[in-house]
């Protein structure tokens, strides 16, 4: 069974701090992941993907994928308030999304 | 673009109604995907189109639950009868087919099943 799991939170960090936010999935059939992110009573908007192990880079968000360990990260730096959310990881499985349950983040300023 | 367009946005029903969510995609975009939203099971896909058919259906919970797809531009999931435990919120999402990057989701119906 395909699975992504990630911890529910909440995740608190302080603002200008770095956020961690972890998934691990069950399934080596995904090569893919994507990060999205979902403000209360909003729909999910994607900020980030990885194809490749390693270390992806944009802006303030670094994705990480390291798939021997099957563990997909993101990382947030200089956290502003505003980066408060919930944040869904998901494998990609053929044509199909498989989501986690997502983390909250809170950002305290 | 407008992006992904869902309607109605709000939705209060009594148990044993007929529901029907409409979703019209991004143009362009050839890929439809259907996904229920609850606190206790997340995020979960239900049916996706790609060019207007049905392609895998296996997450729709019951046969009280039905999709179509006419045209390119507009897609229904219907639920007949409705039952309390299908509250919950209802996202179409479209894509170009195989580019999950261009995944946009619409704003999504908040269905409540009295």
């Known amino acids: 069974q395909k699975e992504v799991e990630q911890n529910s939170g909440p995740l608190s960090v302080p603002e200008g701090a770095i956020a961690s936010l972890n998934c691990t999935y069950s399934?080596?059939?995904?090569?893919?992941f994507f990060w999205y992110r979902q403000y209360s009573g909003k729909s999910p908007e994607l900020i980030m993907f990885?194809?490749?192990?390693g270390d992806k880079e944009d802006g303030r968000f670094t994705a990480q994928l390291n798939k021997a360990s099957q563990y997909v990260s993101l990382l947030i730096r200089d956290s502003q308030p505003s980066d408060s959310a919930t944040y869904l990881c998901a494998g990609l499985y053929g044509n199909k999304l498989v989501f986690g349950a997502g983390t909250i983040l809170r950002v305290k300023s | 673009d407008a992006g992904v367009i869902q309607s109605p946005r709000h939705e209060v029903t009594e148990m044993g109604q007929e529901v029907t969510l409409r979703c019209k995609p991004i143009?362009?975009?050839?890929?439809l995907f259907w996904y229920r939203q609850t606190m206790m099971r997340g995020l979960e896909l239900l049916i996706y189109f790609n060019n207007n058919v049905p392609i895998d259906d296996s997450g729709m919970p019951e046969d009280r639950f039905s999709a179509k797809m006419p045209n390119a531009s507009f897609s229904t999931l219907k639920i007949q009868p409705s039952e309390p435990r299908d509250s919950a919120v209802y996202f179409c999402a479209s894509i170009i087919a195989g580019e999950q990057e261009t995944q946009y989701f619409g704003p999504g119906t908040r269905l409540l099943v009295l």
């Open positions: 399934d080596r059939g995904s090569q893919s």
């Open positions: 990885i194809y490749s192990n």
């Open positions: 143009s362009g975009h050839n890929s």
